[in-house]
């Protein structure tokens, strides 16, 4: 598998970690201009640094679903093109705004992922939807964002069990969520996000 | 947005960042569609990137003036709000009875509570007093209507606020429980602070303090004890009910402060505590 353009392992105190360049985000490790992509802190570097196919080359257009605080998002700011952060509470979106300041690719909505019209006037149609988002329900979001999906485009979802069940097995519920999501995507790769991410299921789906 | 099918800039006059940013925020449209293009060839921006630099402009605008509104609805406007519906309740419910003690003096059906002072208020009473203004008891019966009309109301703002300022907390202990913990805390951050050991007898200070002097036992449950966790668990019981409910309340205070995310787990962890609490033996 390979890293999209703008992404790349880098040395940080003699440990190589992803990296991308930007202005750092949350007091990162830092590196000349490169900063530490901690998969840990977040899901889409978690399912990179498991070396799923996530079809990222560097310059898409992305519409991020769940943006929180903006870890994760000013990271794919710092290698994809267009980046529309959608985030529903107030507090971490505070923070997304300190993240969007110093990017200018970055466009930050606080909007609810399960009402896409109510922002499908700003957002153009992406090559890839990024979605993590920790509510019930998290096929159904997937599928209400479909729209914003070019026909070649991807969807990288992560899915985190204890949103949907939290006393289920994390497996049943991930069949549950995929078989759900089949409705509108054919999903291409699956893989457990342990050990960075307990019970979540990193998802790489193209839109049918 | 007067046509559904337009992009944010449709209505935007040019150079009118606010205007931009209020379409941004309540605009809507079912289908998203090539805006930069769109956007260009309506003549809005010059080409793509000077599209991307107004698209910046207008959503960090939209969304500064957001997150800043739905702010404004803090904790301390929630701790004055739960505390003007409780004194609201306190006078009406100290009014009424010195409404049915009057009332008593002179008519044979007089009633007892707010219940009363409200049928007193509307009926104005059958003792034949045609006169405009009413006797002095029925209009201290229509002040008490209105207090505790007032305290509904307020009933209905903590309902509607307390979610937005603590989701978590709000789902778990209800609304109004929610806002008694804030206030009592003296904010969410102070509440987000507090060890589970004090969130639990938050608002039984009096027992706490005498169990402190050594004159009483430890008190079980503060004001948790509204909760159905607490009071629908066998009184054997109650005491692991109030820990492990003050328990979960205490970590979705700190979700709210600190992230202010909503994690729906937290609600069903709960109930699966207090459901195996509940399922125990008593003697």
């Given amino acids: ?208 | 947005m007067s046509d559904s099918e337009d992009g944010w800039f449709a209505d935007v006059p040019p150079d009118d960042p606010a205007a931009a940013a209020a379409a941004v925020r309540e605009g809507s449209t079912e289908e998203p569609a090539p805006w930069p293009e769109r956007a260009v060839a309506a003549g809005f921006a010059d080409d793509a990137e000077d599209y991307y630099d107004q698209l910046r402009e207008a959503t960090t605008r939209a969304t500064q003036a957001a997150v800043r509104e739905r702010e404004r609805a803090d904790d301390q406007q929630l701790v004055h709000a739960i505390r003007a519906m409780d004194d609201c309740l306190r006078v009406a419910n100290e009014l009424a009875e010195r409404v049915a003690e009057w009332a008593g003096s002179t008519r044979e059906s007089a009633g007892t509570g707010v219940e009363y002072a409200r049928e007193l208020a509307a009926d104005g009473g059958d003792d034949g007093d045609d006169s405009d203004e009413p006797a002095p008891v029925v209009a201290l019966a229509r002040r008490v209507r209105d207090v505790d009309d007032e305290a509904e109301a307020l009933r209905r703002h903590v309902e509607r606020t307390a979610p937005e300022v603590a989701p978590n907390l709000a789902a778990l202990a209800g609304p109004v429980l929610a806002a008694r913990l804030i206030a009592l805390a003296g904010g969410l951050e102070e509440l987000a602070r507090k060890p589970s050991g004090t969130v639990q007898v938050l608002g039984a200070e009096d027992a706490l303090f005498a169990h402190l002097r050594g004159r009483a036992p430890s008190p079980k449950h503060g004001v948790i004890y509204a909760h159905e966790a607490v009071r629908g668990t066998h009184p054997d019981n109650r005491g692991s009910a109030a820990r492990a409910l003050a328990g979960k309340l205490t970590i979705a205070a700190r979700v709210d402060h600190y992230s202010g995310e909503r994690k729906p787990e937290l609600d069903a962890e709960l109930a699966d505590r207090i459901e195996r609490i509940q399922a125990r033996e008593t003697e």
């Fill in chain 1, 1 to 208: 598998m390979s890293l999209p353009d703008g992404v790349r392992r880098h040395e940080f105190d003699g440990e190589s970690a992803l990296a991308t360049r930007g202005e750092p985000v949350y007091g990162e490790p830092t590196d000349g201009e490169w900063r530490r992509w901690d998969p840990r802190r977040s899901k889409l570097g978690a399912m990179l640094e498991q070396g799923v196919e996530t079809g990222l080359s560097g310059g898409e257009t992305v519409l991020y679903l769940g943006a929180a605080a903006g870890t994760t998002v000013g990271h794919v700011a710092d290698f994809a093109g267009p980046t529309y952060a959608v985030e529903f509470a107030a507090r971490p979106t505070r923070d997304l705004l300190d993240v969007a300041d110093d990017r200018r690719n970055l466009f930050p909505l606080l909007k609810d992922a399960r009402t896409p019209e109510t922002y499908a006037h700003v957002v153009e149609p992406v090559d890839v939807v990024v979605q993590d988002v920790a509510t019930r329900g998290q096929a159904r979001v997937a599928l209400a964002n479909r729209r914003f999906l070019r026909d070649d485009g991807r969807l990288l979802l992560s899915v985190k069990a204890r949103s949907e069940d939290v006393t289920g097995d994390p497996e049943a519920v991930f069949e549950e969520v995929l078989a759900a999501l089949s409705e509108g995507y054919e999903v291409r790769e699956r893989r457990r996000l342990e050990p960075f991410h307990d019970d979540h299921l990193g998802v790489v789906a193209a839109p049918r």
